[in-house]
């Protein structure tokens, strides 16, 4: 149950568009179709911004899509907005029936 | 509304016990699968157990043997009950509902967290 892998940071400037990688294995990321994105602002709970790779829940804005190819699934965010500026986490569901976490990406809007 | 809140966590010795409680409302608890997930200070995410309806349950590697996944649908709450406890688990415990009935948390995400409970463990 190694984490995924994320990068540690990202920026853009306000209207700008950026993505965050997160790379697995065939055991998790490539094997399924089952990646979902949370944003977590500080002292907040996380908040699921897409699942199933690239399906959005309800309120929650088209600024953000999900993607992915093999083993590594990504989130894009478009027209940066200063809200958007926290911490990210992917995830996915694993062969052994588990959950496995990215290690979260902090994205900071210049 | 939903709404999942935590209790039990405190200050514990290495090598102590505690027991995590978390009372769900507003929604048919028994439809969903329940999560455990925690966050270290200052560090990211990690799931560490999750139990089925009718209570299968699932552990991460780091907990597998040490913590325990329950519930009680008639009571609508989840509980976790941690042994052999070390400095690494120091952490905000997080109860949190998968976002679709009958689904895996892994499969649909999770929609909705609790407040979270803090442990921390020192000597």
């Known amino acids: 149950q190694s984490a995924l892998t994320q990068p540690a940071s990202v920026s853009g400037s306000p209207g700008q568009s950026i993505t965050i990688s997160c790379t697995g294995t065939?055991?998790?990321?490539?094997?399924?179709?089952?990646v979902s994105w949370y944003q977590q602002h500080p002292g907040k709970a996380p908040k699921l911004i897409i699942y199933?790779?690239?399906i959005r829940p309800s309120g929650v804005s088209n600024r953000f899509s999900g993607s992915k190819s093999g083993n590594t699934a990504s989130l894009t965010i478009s027209g940066l907005q200063t809200d958007d500026e926290a911490d990210y986490y992917c995830s996915s569901y694993t062969s052994s029936s588990a959950v496995v976490f990215g290690g979260g990406t902090k994205l900071t809007v210049l | 509304q939903v709404q999942l809140v935590e209790s039990g966590g405190g200050l514990v010795k290495p090598g102590g016990s505690l027991r995590l409680s978390c009372a769900a409302s507003g929604f048919r608890f028994s439809d969903y699968y329940m999560t455990w997930i925690r966050q270290a200070p200052g560090k990211g995410l990690e799931w560490i157990s999750h139990?089925?309806?009718?209570?299968?349950?699932f552990y991460a590697d780091s907990v597998e043997g040490r913590f325990t996944i329950s519930r009680d649908n008639a009571k609508n709450s989840l509980f976790l009950q941690m042994n052999g406890l070390s400095t690494e688990d120091t952490a905000m415990y997080y109860c949190?509902?998968?976002?679709?009935?009958?689904?895996?948390?892994?499969?649909?995400?999770?929609?909705?967290w609790g407040q979270g409970a803090l442990v921390t463990v020192s000597s």
């Open positions: 199933e790779v690239s």
């Open positions: 065939t055991s998790d990321i490539g094997g399924y179709s089952y």
């Open positions: 139990i089925s309806m009718s209570g299968s349950t």
């Open positions: 949190a509902r998968s976002s679709t009935p009958s689904r895996s948390p892994g499969a649909r995400g999770i929609d909705y």
